[in-house]
């Protein structure tokens, strides 16, 4: 196991992923890119926010909040 000097918690790391993943669909939209893949983005949060929650109950800081 890689050990973790900075401490970040497996919820600190979701966040991250989810900060960038808004990110990516934040740049579509203001691209004009694909409407099509812009849904698609919005999918993905929903469903990735869905499992933060599943995985991470009653975390504080909940990405995309």
Wanted: proline share 6%.
């Amino acid at each position: 196991m890689v050990e973790n000097p900075s401490k970040d918690t497996p919820a600190d790391y979701y966040g991250y992923f989810m900060t960038a993943l808004m990110g990516l669909e934040d740049d579509a939209t203001l691209s004009g890119y694909s409407e099509a893949g812009q849904e698609l983005l919005r999918e993905a949060i929903r469903i990735f926010g869905a499992e933060f929650d599943e995985r991470h109950p009653g975390h504080r800081g909940k990405p995309g909040s």
